[in-house]
């Protein structure tokens, strides 16, 4: 069965830096676009970025463009998330998903358990 296991999160202060993983097994993770989405206090579910399998291209939400870097390692089937210059709206739970066959769509049909990022001074 599909399983994301992700890592990585923590408590930082405003303009720190932390890079989040993905563990994923369960499926052949080439052939998968793959998604970061965040829950965030009062907002809910919102997608963050996306990375799509062979050409790796990338898209992500306005609020983390030039902030945030998506990239995945196929060999070692895992995703990551590098996050600099962080601010406290950036403050959340942070999923890896599973996405479909479009990777600018913002959907996804399997997210992991999620990792905290709690960005405070």
Known sequence: QVQ????????????????LSCAASGFT?????????RRTPGKGLEWVSAINYGDNSTAYTDSVKGRFIISRDNAKNTLYLQMNSL??????????ARGTSCYT??????RGQ????????
Not at 4 to 19: A, F, K
Not at 87 to 96: F, L, M, Q, S, W
Not at 105 to 110: A, G, P, Q, V
């Open 87 to 96: 601010k406290p709206e950036d403050t959340a739970v942070y999923y890896c």
């Open 105 to 110: 769509c913002r959907e996804w049909t399997h």
């Open 29 to 37: 993770f080439s052939n998968y676009a793959m998604n970061w989405i």
């Open 114 to 121: 999620g990792t905290q990022v709690t960005v405070s001074s």
């Open 4 to 19: 994301l296991v992700e890592s990585g999160g923590g408590l930082v202060q405003p303009g720190d830096s932390l890079r």
